[in-house]
């Protein structure tokens, strides 16, 4: 038990780059396509992926809850779209052979993501096959669409940038407030 509490904390401490003093912990992850990588995957839907992770400790067993707010931007279609779910850490044998850290869903059957944090931390592996959308704000049903993933659109690397990156990804001011004290 011990050693599985220790190997929960280091990895947060990869995944928030050693930062765990606060209730909430956030990390962001993002990348710009260029017009040169977009030429060279014709089938590529998405033109700017971001992915906040963020986790808060269950006060009672202090154990770190994960969710993911993911943003996205299509090539051509206007707006900015969005999702938002749990995730679940994934250890093991079978984790490792699919090289998956992460599994983060959308409720309701909405899809979701697969994410594997690199070795130096510095970016994460996004594997898509298909994942309820939102555009803009509009989280009604009639407003959603589906990312699925195409030739071009089944895996992601994004780099870790600076939160603030995905202040646009915020929930509301208390989210975004502590966000910006990282």
């Known amino acids: 038990m011990a050693d599985e509490k220790q190997d929960a904390t280091d990895f947060a401490k990869r995944v928030f780059a050693d930062n765990l003093d ?17 030429a060279e995957h014709p089938l590529q839907k998405v033109s700017v992926m971001r992915l906040l992770v963020s986790a808060e400790r269950d006060p009672e067993d202090k154990t770190l809850k994960y969710s993911f ?16 779910g749990d995730c679940a850490r994934l250890t093991g044998e079978d984790a490792a052979k699919q090289k998956i850290d992460f599994g983060c869903s959308v409720d309701c059957d909405g899809g979701g993501i697969n994410v594997n944090l690199a070795q130096d931390n510095a970016y994460v592996i996004v594997m898509l096959s298909g994942i309820r959308i939102w555009k803009g704000n509009d989280n009604d049903d009639g407003a959603a669409t589906e990312l699925k993933a195409g030739a071009d659109d089944k895996v992601f690397h994004l780099d870790r940038v600076n939160v603030n990156e995905c202040a646009s990804l915020a929930m509301n001011r208390k989210e975004l407030a502590a966000m910006r004290h990282k």
Do not use: I, K, M, W
């Open 22 to 38: 606060q209730p909430t912990e956030y990390a962001c992850f993002s990348r710009h396509y260029d017009a040169e990588h977009l």
């Open 69 to 84: 707010r993911l943003g996205v931007n299509f090539r051509n279609r206007p707006g900015d779209f969005d999702s938002s």
